[in-house]
């Protein structure tokens, strides 16, 4: 194949731009990829800048004159109302080749946040995505967003994964669960107040002394303002029982995973399919996370953890207690979600599933049942 491959890659890092590079390397293994990076034209919040313009106008140029030698097309579209502007003009650069073209959605909120707020927008999306080979999506939930778009079967389910760096093996789930005092819970994600990092906290402060005693939070992100992050470390001063760690590297994220016993994603957003959580299953953790759309397709209350409400304190102290009274449950759930990822979110297989769409095949079904219990090295 000769792919015309046009994603946001590294840096910064993101679950996308992570995701974007581990399928690129993938397929460069085996076939002809240009590259059209994305990132240079982003911006976090998605707004309208004049060096945003800019860095689109060259991605646009570049699309243009690549096409022509593409015979697969590979596009990881945008959630913001102007980089859906930027993904319409990317449609219409393509026009005549959008039978050959894919896109992948990556999160969750395009349908609630631009199709149902500007119509006409949905319905300019529409004209071109009928027209298109395929739509890769990561979870059920958002099958809804594009059904009505084009043929259902040229929807794929293809779920996340979890680097191959963060996978644990059954001697280090025995030694990090032979101690459960202190209980370490662990929060890596973007330190913004929609992904629940202040929830955490203030269930922290509603706690007993007693229950604090007994566990570990540990912090780990990039704030979107000094402020804000000011604000966070003197909210923690004093109180030995939280450790902010700042944005950290491969090393100190494994660390950071394999001791910890329960990964907690307070998340309010309408989230895709959080690589954040499939990490923490990689690693051997029970997850503590908030029920939204995309996170029920990977994510069961009582099977892979416990579910929590949205900015919802006194639920997260709820289970902390609970767990602190009663940790038991947690290996048993550990090494559910470990083999689960052994099965299902391995980065080859991610890669595999999507180079089978571009081919113009079917992936394979994904199978999230794994038996109870099971321990798989």
């Known amino acids: ?33 240009a590259v059209i990076n994305l990132s240079t034209a982003s911006s976090h919040d998605g707004a309208l800048t004049w060096r945003r313009v800019v860095a689109v106008a060259k991605d646009l140029y570049r699309t243009w004159k690549e096409k022509r030698e593409a015979n697969v097309f590979y596009l990881t579209i945008s959630e913001s109302f102007f980089g859906n502007i930027k993904d319409l003009l990317i449609y219409s650069i393509c ?14 909120s395009i349908k609630q946040l631009l199709f149902d707020t500007h119509p006409t927008l949905r319905r300019l999306n529409a004209i071109f995505i009928r027209r298109m ?13 594009f ?22 093996d059954n001697a280090k789930i025995d030694t990090k669960f032979h101690n459960l005092f202190p209980l370490n819970i662990l929060y890596i994600s973007g330190m913004t107040r929609g992904k629940g990092y202040l929830d955490l906290l203030n269930a922290y402060h509603f706690l007993e002394e007693a229950i604090r005693e007994c566990i570990h939070i540990d912090f780990a992100g990039k704030f979107d303002s000094d402020e804000e992050q000011s604000e966070f470390i003197h909210a923690t001063q004093g109180l030995p029982g939280l450790t902010y760690h700042g944005v950290v590297d491969d090393v100190r994220k494994q660390e950071l995973f394999f001791n910890s016993h329960v990964f907690c994603l307070p998340t309010s957003y309408f989230e895709g399919q959080p690589i954040s959580i499939l990490e923490a299953y990689a690693s051997a953790n029970a997850v503590m996370t908030t029920g939204q759309a995309g996170i029920r397709d990977i994510f069961t209350d009582g099977v892979n953890g416990f579910e929590i409400g949205v900015h919802d304190a006194a639920s ?43 081919a113009g095949c079917t992936a394979p079904e994904f199978d999230i049942s794994t038996p109870i219990g099971q321990r798989a090295d």
């Open 1 to 33: 194949m000769r792919v015309l491959f046009i994603a946001p890659l590294p840096p910064p890092i993101t679950g996308h731009s992570v995701a974007s590079r581990v399928l690129l390397e993938h397929l460069e293994k085996k076939h002809r990829v």
């Open 147 to 168: 059904e009505e778009m084009l043929d259902p079967k040229k929807i794929h389910i293809i779920p996340n994964f979890a680097q191959d760096y963060l996978f644990i």
């Open 95 to 108: 026009y005549n080749k959008l039978n050959k073209f894919y896109i992948h959605l990556h999160g969750g």
């Open 133 to 145: 080979a395929g739509v890769i999506i990561s979870g059920q939930s958002h099958v809804a967003i």
């Open 316 to 358: 997260i102290g709820k289970v902390i207690r609970n767990l602190v009274s009663n940790p038991t449950p947690l290996v048993e759930i550990a090494i559910r979600n470990r083999d689960m990822a052994l099965l299902n979110y391995r980065t080859a297989v991610f890669g595999s599933r999507i180079e089978m769409v571009l």
